[in-house]
């Protein structure tokens, strides 16, 4: 059974830092390219950053670029977004998804499996 647990959200204010975790079980996170994505109050869901399988070849949205870093530990089969210099327009939930081979990393409808969201909320 595949499942994906996000947790490490909080309260934080605007320069700070945050790590979420994904915890995976049900699958190996080496087998599967894993996204992390976001949704604001009142806005669409959108990608965040992705890390591919095996190669574990990164990439970012353009909003986060230098200020997020995805990585995993394999022996954890864990995935973590560490978020540095964080904007209060980087608030939302965050939630982590796992997709065999997703050719458009940042299209929701490119991962088969979802994990619960985790809260960041920024303040000014």
């Known amino acids: 059974d595949v499942q994906l647990q996000a947790s490490g959200g909080g309260l934080v204010q605007a320069g700070g830092s945050l790590r979420l975790s994904c915890q995976a079980s049900?699958?190996?996170?080496?087998?599967?390219?894993l996204g992390w994505f976001r949704q604001a109050p009142g806005k669409e869901r959108e990608g965040v950053s992705f890390i591919g399988s095996s190669a574990g070849w990164t990439y970012y949205a353009e909003a986060v670029k230098g200020r997020f870093t995805i990585s995993r530990d394999i022996a954890k089969n864990t995935v973590y977004l560490q978020m540095d210099s964080l904007k209060p327009d980087d608030t939302g939930v965050y939630s982590c998804?796992?997709?065999?081979?997703?050719?458009?990393?940042?299209?929701?409808?490119?991962?088969?499996?979802w994990g619960q969201g985790t809260q960041v909320t920024v303040s000014s």
């Open positions: 049900g699958f190996s996170v080496n087998d599967y390219g």
């Open positions: 998804a796992a997709g065999h081979a997703p050719l458009s990393w940042y299209r929701e409808d490119e991962y088969t499996n």
